[in-house]
């Protein structure tokens, strides 16, 4: 029945980071004050039952580490240290480090000891959103980012400026849909499975049902020659 507040100290990504902590009425509550950090925590926690549900603001982010490293060990985080947690985390993405991705959000549940993608959303400026499926495999030892994506144009001319597309040619798109791999070990990125609207891309020029690309600029590149043949 103890009712108590104060601060602690702890590092995530090697970051310091302070919280401020509240115990009352069986609900503990957690957050970050307001400072420059590019970590922040807003969370409540309800003890009886037990339920978390956390926002983490994640500023100045990698696109590359969020994908290769903290999503994947959030998603394999083994099921005895989960203990009886059951809840809902949002990462808040701002100022992400990537060319074209600035900013989004992914949500994770906890129950019965296993963590559960919910959503990932990701924000293209102002030409529109990234929704994606996420998962990862095993292949000959090696961890394959798999991801099934749909990018809806909201803004047509930008997305004609920021892709070096003819207008014409993009008024009429409204969804492109596509699938990447990403092998964890090389960086080698794949496209396939690509979709104008509902209709199935086939290249005029070769057989390729796959490209790989290396960074922002191949794939915008690519999709600079699908939208313009």
Do not use: C, W
């Amino acid at each position: 029945n103890s009712n108590f507040e104060g601060t602690t100290l702890f590092n995530f990504l090697n970051q310091n980071i302070e919280i401020a902590y509240q115990l009352k009425n069986n609900i503990i509550s957690l957050k970050s004050p307001e400072n420059n950090n590019d970590i922040k925590i807003n969370s409540t926690i309800e003890l009886s039952p037990f339920y978390l549900n956390s926002n983490i603001n994640l500023n100045k982010q990698n696109l590359n580490f969020l994908v290769d490293e903290l999503m994947f060990a959030i998603l394999n985080f083994k099921p005895d240290l989960l203990g009886n947690i059951n809840g809902d985390i949002k990462l808040i993405l701002n100022n992400v480090e990537h060319e074209l991705i600035r900013s989004g959000n992914i949500s994770f549940n906890i129950s019965q000891k296993t963590i559960y993608l919910r959503e990932v959303l990701f924000n293209i400026g102002e030409i529109g959103q990234i929704k994606t499926d996420i998962k990862y495999k095993e292949e000959s030892g090696d961890i394959i980012f798999h991801s099934s994506t749909s990018l809806q144009i909201k803004n047509k001319k930008e997305f004609a400026k920021k892709f070096q597309v003819k207008l014409d040619k993009a008024k009429d798109i409204n969804n492109i849909y596509f699938k990447i791999e990403k092998n964890i070990s090389t960086g080698k990125i794949s496209i396939f499975d690509i979709k104008i609207n509902q209709t199935a891309y086939k290249d005029k020029k070769s057989d390729k049902t796959r490209y790989n690309i290396r960074n922002s600029q191949e794939l915008k590149s690519l999709v600079k020659n699908i939208i313009n043949s």
